[in-house]
């Protein structure tokens, strides 16, 4: 088992700027994908951006050039960058593992879940 725990989020004007975290715990191995999803209430969680163990990157299209993932694999952590912030952004964001090397958009392809931490954006 992996235990994911997400922290960083808050309020933040628009256009500005926030780093999410993801402690992994547990079972921990370099060899997972970790992925960032957010959802707001009455729709359904959607990908935001994935990194392999191999270093592969890949971002949604409303987020790509302004949010940024990485993985320090010696602290199992997953980080996400967000710049430019818009109120569009607002929402709760997960943090997810599975293990394999594959990128993946599909909620359902994922073991592991954060309990997530909201992200408020002003106008």
């Known amino acids: 088992q992996v235990q994911l725990i997400e922290s960083g989020g808050g309020l933040v004007q628009a256009g500005g700027s926030l780093r999410l975290s993801c402690a992994a715990s547990?079972?921990?191995?370099?060899?997972?994908?970790m992925t960032w999803f957010r959802q707001v209430p009455g729709k359904e969680r959607e990908f935001v951006g994935g990194?392999?163990?191999?270093?592969?990157?890949g971002y949604a299209d409303s987020v790509k050039g302004r949010f940024t993932i990485s993985r320090d694999n010696a602290k199992s952590t997953l980080y996400l960058q967000m710049s430019s912030l818009k109120p569009e952004d607002t929402a709760v964001y997960y943090c997810?593992?599975?293990?394999?090397?594959?990128?993946?958009?599909?909620?359902?392809?994922?073991?592991?879940w954060g309990q997530g931490t909201q992200v408020t954006v002003s106008s």
């Open positions: 997810a593992a599975r293990v394999s090397a594959i990128l993946t958009t599909r909620t359902t392809d994922f073991s592991f």
């Open positions: 547990g079972r921990t191995s370099s060899s997972y994908t």
């Open positions: 990194i392999s163990w191999t270093g592969a990157t």
